[in-house]
C-alpha cells in the first residue's frame, strides 16, 4: 500500500446532455487512475532542477486490456487495468540521466517501444526495445543525421499489422517490424512539407497534420492501412486528434479561461467533434467539478496542468482515454458518448 488513498479506482461518473448538433446524446466521464507524484508504485516521477528544461516525461498508451502510462523520471512503465487498478510496474532497465529522457513509447507484443532524448525539442535518434520485464533488449533504426532537429518525434503500434509506426522530422512516416527492420514507407511529405503523427484512430490507424511551408496550406491525412494505405484528407479537422469508426474526428483539451476583473476564470475541459460527411462541429463544455482526495488534499478537476493537456487516445470500442498532468499528481479520465437509452453511439 502506497500512500495515496486510493491506488485503485475512484470514479465518480457524470452525464451531461448535449444541444444542437449533438441532441439526444449523453457525455460519461469518468477518473479512473490518480497518482500522487513521486517514485512509489502508482506515483509518477516529477524533478525539479534548473539544468532540465522539463519537470516530468508521461506519455500515454492504450490497447485492449491495458492502460500504460510512460513515466520517464522514473525509468519505468506503469501498466493499469482498464478499470484504473494498477497491474504492475516495469523498470525499464535505463538511466534518463545517463541515457537520455524517455518521451515517447509504444507497446506491442508485450514489448516496450521508447525513444530518448536529452534537448527539449530534439528527437530521438535511436529506437529502444525493451523486454516485458523491462530489461534492455536490442536499439534499432540508428539515424545518421547530425541536425538537432532532425529524429524520430513520435512511436505508434499497429497490433493488427504488427506495426511500429515512427514518424521522422521533418517529413517521412515509416513502419518499422518487432525485430527492427524497415517494412514499407507510408509517407513520404514534399519538399516544403512538414508532417507529424498527431494521434491515432480506433482501429490504430495514424492520423497525421500536415503543413506546406510554401503555400502555408495544412490538412490532416487519415492514412488506412487496411487499405494499401488510402488517404483520407480534411482541411476542416485541423486540431483533431483521433477518429471514430463512425466517422467522426475528437479532440479532448482543457482551455484556459481569460481572466475576468481582478479574478481568474477556471479553465474548463472540452470535447471537441467533426462530422466529416456532414461538416457540423460541435463543442462539449465539461463543467463538472470533481473532487478527490491525493496525498489528504483535495484536487479539484479542472485544474492548471503542468505541461501539455492534451495527452488523449481512442479505444477500439471509441472511448476516449485522457492523461492529465496536474498541479499535485496525475489522472487519466475517460470519456464516452452514448445516445439517451445508453447504448453507445459508435
Known amino acids: 500500500m502506497t500512500k495515496h488513498v486510493s491506488m485503485y479506482v475512484i470514479s465518480l461518473l457524470f452525464l451531461f446532455s448535449v444541444s444542437n448538433a449533438f441532441a439526444n446524446k449523453i457525455v460519461s466521464s469518468e477518473t479512473i487512475v490518480i497518482g500522487s507524484w ?3 508504485p502508482g506515483d509518477f516521477g516529477f524533478v525539479s532542477d534548473a ?19 510512460l513515466d520517464g523520471i522514473n525509468n519505468r512503465v506503469q501498466v493499469f487495468a482498464k478499470n484504473g487498478e494498477l497491474q504492475k510496474v516495469v523498470n525499464l532497465q535505463t538511466d534518463w540521466r545517463k541515457d537520455g529522457l524517455p518521451f515517447e513509447f509504444s507497446v506491442l507484443n508485450d514489448e516496450y517501444y521508447v525513444l530518448q532524448g536529452f534537448i527539449e525539442g530534439e528527437g530521438g535518434k535511436i529506437i529502444n526495445k525493451y523486454s516485458s520485464k523491462g530489461l534492455s ?21 499497429n497490433k493488427n499489422k504488427n506495426y511500429l509506426i515512427t514518424n521522422i522530422w521533418p517529413n517521412k512516416i515509416v513502419a518499422y517490424d518487432s525485430k527492427g527492420k524497415i517494412i514499407e514507407s507510408l509517407y513520404n511529405g514534399g519538399i516544403n512539407e512538414i508532417t507529424y503523427v498527431i494521434g491515432m ?42 477518429y471514430d469508426k463512425g466517422g467522426h474526428f475528437y479532440s479532448v483539451k482543457l482551455i484556459k479561461n481569460k481572466r475576468k476583473g481582478k479574478s481568474s476564470l477556471p479553465p474548463q475541459m472540452v470535447l471537441n467533434s467533426l462530422n466529416e460527411e456532414s461538416g457540423e462541429e460541435y463543442k462539449i463544455l465539461i463543467n463538472d467539478v470533481i473532487e478527490h482526495t491525493l496525498n489528504n488534499q ?6 492548471e496542468c503542468r505541461g501539455e493537456c492534451n495527452s488523449s487516445m481512442m479505444d477500439s470500442d471509441g472511448s476516449i482515454y485522457q492523461l492529465l498532468p496536474l498541479k499535485d499528481g496525475v489522472v487519466v479520465r475517460r470519456y464516452l458518448i452514448k445516445d439517451d437509452f445508453g447504448g453507445a453511439t459508435r
Open 38 to 40: 513521486g517514485s512509489q
Open 201 to 242: 484512430t480506433y482501429d490504430k490507424n495514424p492520423i497525421i497534420y500536415s503543413f506546406n511551408s510554401k503555400s502555408r496550406k495544412d490538412e490532416l491525412i487519415v492514412l488506412d492501412l487496411n487499405k494499401s494505405n488510402s488517404k483520407k484528407r480534411s482541411t476542416r479537422a485541423i486540431g483533431y486528434n483521433m
Open 51 to 69: 539544468n532540465y528544461p522539463f519537470n516530468h516525461s508521461l506519455q500515454l498508451f492504450i490497447n485492449d486490456d491495458n492502460i500504460f502510462i
Open 298 to 303: 483535495k484536487i479539484i478537476l479542472p485544474l
Open 137 to 157: 533488449v536490442a536499439s534499432f533504426g540508428k539515424l545518421k543525421t547530425k541536425k538537432a532537429d532532425e529524429g524520430y518525434i513520435r512511436l505508434l503500434a
